[in-house]
């Protein structure tokens, strides 16, 4: 998976309207939907890139290798999926910007579809998307500790997991089958 800050850079070269965790979140709500990596970018960018751009092309690359990350972790048995965040030497507050950030994108992602994917969803399934909301409100002001740093870890491994929940009820992994 691409780091966090150069996809950042690349958003940022393509004048993104949103940052990077924000954008994974909606790319991966996006695919919970079977959108495509063009229906990404036409939410995610300012403006078409120019692809006779040859930097503008190596940009949209790194985002084409995000997005065909997220497409494989997200349906990889092997629950590999992670959220695309700032790394832990980030300020704190930061972080939690980003997480809270990745949580908004990811409940727009989903919203595009509709009602079509919420009705899908178990009950149990719409408690994962109501963390997301909830975790999607976080504030900033929160000092590092210990503490702090402790339930940061457990709300990102949350989201992770809820989002690996909602998936495989959108979009069940069907097993493999068994070689005789």
Not at 85 to 100: G, K, Q, S, T, V
Request: proline share 3%.
């Amino acid at each position: 998976m691409p780091d966090f800050d150069d996809v950042q850079a690349a958003l940022e070269k393509l004048q993104a309207n949103t940052d990077a965790a924000e954008a994974h979140g909606t790319l991966c709500g996006l695919i919970m939907g079977k959108q495509d990596f063009d229906r990404w970018l036409v939410t995610t960018l300012e403006h078409k890139p120019d692809h006779a751009d040859l930097q503008a092309r190596e940009n949209l690359q790194d985002l084409r290798e995000l997005f065909d990350q997220s497409k494989l972790q997200l349906n990889d048995e092997d629950m590999s999926f992670e959220l695309l965040l700032p790394d832990e030497d980030d300020e704190f507050a930061i972080r939690l910007i980003a997480l809270a950030g990745w949580c908004q994108g990811f409940l727009y992602g989903l919203a595009m579809h509709g009602e079509t994917l919420l009705k899908a969803l178990s009950e149990q399934g719409r408690e994962c998307l109501n963390d997301v909301l909830e975790i999607s409100q976080l504030e900033h002001d929160e000092e590092s500790t210990d503490e702090t740093e402790a339930v940061y870890a457990e709300l990102v491994e949350h989201v992770r997991l809820s989002v690996i929940y909602i998936n495989e009820e959108l979009n069940p992994v069907l097993p493999s089958p068994v070689l005789q």
